[in-house]
């Protein structure tokens, strides 16, 4: 069974700095991970999509790796703000046999605090 | 694009009573889950779908029913409410096994 873990469970950082939020996944048979930010109260965002077959994925500020054979994906924020305190979320889509593609494993999250 | 529409926000039902929750998506994906957030739990399938007519349970389908009868609705139905089913509910969908997926805003539901 597909486990994600998240690494660490809340983050409190300065306005300006970089950071790197951790996620881990047991079974490195998958199609794709997806990162998501959710704030209190709201649904999930997606913020990057990394297919099995790439290494990275970047967006503005964000970057996103992926280290399919060592079931490793970090999201890369720079220079952050305080608008990006949420709740980060990252999920894999299984790429093994029968219709587990049509499902995501997620992490329970990185709570990240942006203070001015 | 609407992209994923959940209704209601919000929802207080007593035990026993049933309800659905409605998802619809109008970017016309093939594939539709339902998923429950709890405190300490994440984010757990319930029901899916891989489009119109198929669908198939996930990791907590107990006390929830679905139907795939076109491709842009995928109702949830709770059919005897419980108060462990106080949770918020969200509805995504996906075009391929190769898509990021879109989520609803949620359905935030208290059986009291």
């Known amino acids: 069974k597909q486990e994600v873990t998240q690494i660490p469970a809340a983050l409190s950082v300065p306005e300006g700095e970089n950071l790197v939020l951790n996620c881990s996944f047991t079974d490195s048979a998958i199609y794709n991970l997806q990162w998501f930010r959710q704030d209190p109260g709201k649904g999930l965002t997606s913020l990057l999509l990394i297919q099995s077959s790439q290494r990275e994925q970047t967006s503005g500020r964000l970057n996103a790796s992926l280290d399919k054979s060592s079931g490793r994906s970090t999201l890369y924020i720079a220079a952050s703000q305080p608008g990006d305190s949420a709740t980060y979320l990252c999920?894999?889509?299984?790429?093994?046999?029968?219709?587990?593609?049509?499902?995501?494993?997620f992490g329970e999250g990185t709570q990240l605090t942006v203070n001015p | 694009n609407a992209g994923v529409t959940q209704t209601p926000k919000f929802q207080v039902l007593k035990t026993g009573q049933s309800m659905t929750l409605q998802c619809a998506q109008d970017m016309n994906h093939e594939y539709m889950s339902w998923y429950r957030q709890d405190p300490g739990m994440g984010l757990r399938l319930i029901h899916y779908s891989v489009g119109a007519g198929i669908t198939d349970q996930g990791e907590v389908p107990n006390g929830y029913n679905v139907s795939r009868s076109t491709t842009e609705d995928f109702p949830l139905r709770l059919l005897s409410a419980a108060p462990s089913q106080t949770s918020v509910y969200f509805c995504?969908?996906?075009?391929?096994?190769?898509?990021?997926?879109?989520f609803g805003s949620g359905t935030r539901l208290t059986v009291v």
């Open positions: 995504a969908s996906s075009t391929s096994d190769r898509d990021g997926y879109t």
């Open positions: 999920a894999v889509r299984p790429g093994a046999k029968e219709t587990s593609g049509s499902r995501l494993t």
